[in-house]
């Protein structure tokens, strides 16, 4: 089973793990990290440590929230030092759902992608020409 790290600032992982419980469950194999009020030195030590209590051979997929930020960077600088981490920026409720989901049915890399893939197709821009018009609308 891939485990996950979710790596966010403030408590939007802790949300986002919440929030995905409530739908499907309690699920094994997740930690939440926040970077509130700690240097970035602890944040990678935090991380570290984190990764470092589950199995030598642990395939690991680290959930950060946005691509550059002081989250990213310290799953960077832990993601040197081993070979069975991968990073995954931009996470959601979808991603995680997905992650959930599909995590026993794909190696550590492609279900990364897969990952990616979903999230991006479960983001949608609604016009009001973009979709019929339901005929209850009115009625709301």
Same mark, same amino acid.
């Given at each position: 089973?891939?485990?996950?790290?979710?790596?966010?600032?403030? *408590?939007?992982?802790?949300?986002?793990?919440?929030?995905?419980?409530?739908i499907?469950?309690?699920?094994?194999?997740?930690k939440?990290?926040?970077?509130?009020?700690?240097?970035?030195?602890?944040?990678?030590?935090?991380?570290?440590?984190?990764?470092?209590?589950?199995?030598?051979?642990?395939?690991?997929?680290?959930?950060?929230?946005?691509?550059?930020?002081?989250?990213w960077?310290?799953?960077?600088?832990?993601?040197?030092?081993?070979n069975?981490l991968?990073?995954?920026?931009?996470?959601?409720?979808?991603?995680?759902?997905?992650?959930?989901?599909?995590?026993?049915?794909?190696?550590?890399?492609?279900l990364?992608?897969?990952?990616?893939?979903?999230?991006?197709?479960?983001?949608?821009?609604?016009?009001?020409?973009?979709?019929?018009? *339901?005929?209850?609308? *009115?009625?709301?």
């Amino acid at each position: 089973m891939i485990k996950g790290i979710i790596l966010t600032h403030g *408590d939007l992982g802790r949300s986002l793990i919440n929030t995905t419980q409530k739908i499907i469950g309690e699920m094994p194999g997740i930690k939440v990290l926040s970077n509130e009020q700690i240097s970035m030195k602890d944040l990678v030590i935090n991380l570290d440590s984190a990764i470092r209590d589950w199995e030598d051979n642990e395939q690991i997929l680290v959930f950060i929230d946005f691509f550059g930020g002081s989250c990213w960077h310290a799953a960077r600088i832990v993601q040197k030092n081993c070979n069975n981490l991968v990073l995954i920026s931009g996470v959601n409720l979808p991603m995680m759902l997905a992650f959930f989901s599909k995590r026993n049915s794909y190696r550590l890399t492609e279900l990364a992608e897969y990952l990616k893939e979903s999230s991006a197709k479960a983001t949608l821009v609604v016009t009001d020409s973009s979709f019929p018009k *339901d005929e209850n609308e *009115d009625e709301a």
